[in-house]
């Protein structure tokens, strides 16, 4: 069973930058996309990032592009989520999560999540 442990998560101030990981086990990492979404108070979740298998490939929503940055060490089991340039509806409870698949679609596992909040 695929479990996800994310870390990284605190108070900053707006403009600040904080490093999300999400530490994978149970299976090969290597074999599944990977990404990251978020869920403000009363709003849905919704998609950040999402990083392919080897890597090589990322995609991200519009209100992060330029600074946030996805990426994956595939040798520590482990993705990250580089926030730059923190606004404050950056706030929210940020969950890693898997798919077993080439791109990330329709995830299958996700973490615990891990509280970002950005104060103004």
């Known amino acids: 069973q695929v479990q996800l442990v994310e870390s990284g998560g605190g108070l900053v101030q707006a403009g600040g930058s904080l490093r999300l990981s999400c530490a994978f086990s149970?299976?090969?990492?290597?074999?599944?996309?990977m990404g990251w979404f978020r869920q403000a108070p009363g709003k849905e979740r919704e998609f950040v990032a999402a990083?392919?298998?080897?890597?090589?490939?990322?995609r991200d929503a519009d209100s992060v592009r330029g600074r946030f940055t996805i990426s994956r060490d595939n040798a520590k089991n482990t993705m990250y989520l580089q926030m730059n340039s923190l606004k404050s509806e950056d706030t929210a409870v940020y969950y890693c999560?898997?798919?077993?698949?080439?791109?990330?679609?329709?995830?299958?596992?996700w973490g615990q999540g891990t509280q970002v909040t950005v104060s103004s």
């Open positions: 149970g299976r090969t990492f290597s074999s599944y996309a």
């Open positions: 999560a898997a798919q077993r698949t080439l791109l990330l679609i329709t995830p299958d596992y």
């Open positions: 990083i392919s298998r080897s890597g090589a490939s990322t």
